[in-house]
């Protein structure tokens, strides 16, 4: 068996994003069981570390994740936090 660190994945993950150029990345979450709450954690952290947190950029729901629930997270996401190509990054 081999584990690893939800919350620590989610800061890495997280760093790399901002790394690259992303200023406002996003949390799309599904099921909220404990493990994605950790990764939750760890995104909001690592954000709250380099002074980015935007709790607008975060949408979470209890429901189980599929493929179409997270076509329609996207979408609501973007009603609440819209963006354009041009500005995703380097804001």
Not at 66 to 86: I, K, Q, Y
Request: aromatic residues 6%.
């Amino acid at each position: 068996m081999i584990g690893f660190s939800h919350y620590q994945a989610a800061r890495a993950a997280t760093a790399h994003l901002i790394a690259q150029g992303y200023r406002h990345p996003g949390f799309l979450g599904a099921r909220m069981d404990p493990r994605t709450q950790r990764r939750l954690q760890g995104f909001r952290d690592e954000l709250r570390a380099r002074g980015l947190s935007e709790e607008r950029r975060i949408h979470t729901t209890t429901r189980p994740s599929s493929v179409t629930l997270g076509g329609h997270l996207l979408a609501e996401f973007l009603e609440v936090a819209p963006t354009n190509r041009r500005n995703i990054l380097h804001q």
